[in-house]
Antibody, heavy 120, light 112 residues
Framework: EVQLVESGGDLVQPGGSLRLSCVAS????????MNWVRQAPGKGLEWVSY????????HYADSVKGRFTISRDNARNSLYLQMNSLRAEDTAVYYCARDIITGGESFDYWGQGTLVTVSS | QSALTQPASVSGSPGQSITISCTGT?????????VSWYQQHPTKAPKLLIY???NRPSGVSNRFSGSKSGNTASLTISGLQAEDEADYYCSSYISSSSTLYVFGTGTKVTVL
């Protein structure tokens, strides 16, 4: 069974930092491209970042570029999101999501999400 | 990059068919056959319903179908059931130097 389990969400002050983790199981993690997607309270989905299988092909939404860093450790079946210079508007549930293997540019499995709250 | 435009709400009675639209531009919906649809129940993670405009992942009911014409994609739910009451989001791959995907604004489906 495919599972994605996020952790690391917390209450942090504006300007602070946080590192999210996503541990994958039930599939061959190293051959899948991965993403982070977030959802502010009561709002819609927003794609945040993408990382290719080797970790060298990386993309970010303009809203987080220069502040967030995505990475992965294929030996540990883990995906990470380092978030710096956090702002109130970064408050959201953060999901890790697996790219569909067919190259269809879709997310076929999602974790349960981890809540990040940026507030003083 | 602006979100794709979806109606805020759509409703229907059990057994009816409803259609949710998703309007973008030639740089996203109209430019690629990489439109996806997701269903999200309250407090749950999104679930993939449709990928590449009209393909269903294994296990997704054939009551869900997708299509596209120009810059507008559509999701049709036929034989509406109570468990279909949820939020629905479209998504598209986009042509951009950095941003890869854009989601729709979301549609709340109510089963009357």
């Amino acid at each position: 069974e495919v599972q994605l389990v996020e952790s690391g969400g917390d209450l942090v002050q504006p300007g602070g930092s946080l590192r999210l983790s996503c541990v994958a199981s039930g599939f061959t993690f190293r051959i899948y491209e991965m993403n982070w997607v977030r959802q502010a309270p009561g709002k819609g989905l927003e794609w945040v970042s993408y990382i290719g299988t080797s970790g060298t092909n990386i993309h970010y939404a303009d809203s987080v570029k220069g502040r967030f860093t995505i990475s992965r450790d294929n030996a540990r079946n883990s995906l990470y999101l380092q978030m710096n210079s956090l702002r109130a508007e970064d408050t959201a549930v953060y999901y890790c999501a697996r790219d569909i293997i067919t190259g269809g540019e879709s997310f076929d499995y999602w974790g349960q999400g981890t809540l990040v709250t940026v507030s003083s | 990059q602006s979100a794709l435009t979806q109606p805020a709400s759509v409703s229907g009675s059990p057994g009816q068919s409803i259609t949710i639209s998703c309007t973008g531009t030639s740089s996203d919906v109209g430019g690629y056959n990489y439109v996806s649809w997701y269903q999200q129940h309250p407090t749950k993670a999104p679930k993939l319903l449709i990928y590449e405009v009209n393909n269903r992942p294994s296990g997704v009911s054939n009551r869900f179908s997708g299509s596209k014409s120009g810059n507008t994609a559509s999701l049709t739910i036929s034989g509406l059931q109570a468990e279909d009451e949820a939020d629905y989001y479209c998504s598209s791959y986009i042509s951009s130097s950095s941003t890869l995907y854009v989601f729709g604004t979301g549609t709340k489906v109510t089963v009357l």
